[in-house]
């Protein structure tokens, strides 16, 4: 029954920012009054993110400008949105690199040792590309080409 609610939820949420200009800005009391939840209950931000879910599949996008407010993207805010996403990304690929350099290896069995291994491999693999990849999008959503001058 809950899963219904938000799911709800976060469709209305959607149906009333979807009509919205680009620039508009959806106060969290607007949000709380749709979702029927209050801002800083997980459950409120689980509405919001099924909303953006859905928006994103209608070629719209909401981010969040500070005090529980979010704002209708503009066409020229999606880079710097997906530039976000990569830096989180990033964030969440260091964080779980330091999961596996604290892990007690010495303790593992071998199938267990086996398997850190593998995920360890894999990390090191993800780590190279997600920096390679932050570098190259840092660098892509410049205002200022540093090849071109402009």
Known sequence: MEIQKTIN???ALAEHITPLDYGSIIHYQEIEQITQKH?????????ISKAKRILESRGKAIAPIGGGDY????????SGAYIREVKMAKKRIDHGG???D???VN???????????????????????????????KRIGEKR????GK
């Open 39 to 47: 801002k800083g209950e997980r459950l409120y931000y689980r509405d």
């Open 71 to 78: 704002q209708v993207l503009y066409p020229g805010d999606y």
């Open 102 to 104: 604290g892990a007690p």
């Open 98 to 100: 330091k999961i596996l």
């Open 145 to 148: 080409h540093p090849l071109l």
């Open 107 to 137: 303790d593992m069995t071998d199938e267990e040792r086996r398997v850190y291994n593998n995920v360890s491999d894999f990390n090191s693999r993800m780590q190279a590309q997600i920096n390679g990849s932050y570098v190259e999008v």
């Open 9 to 11: 939820a976060g469709l």
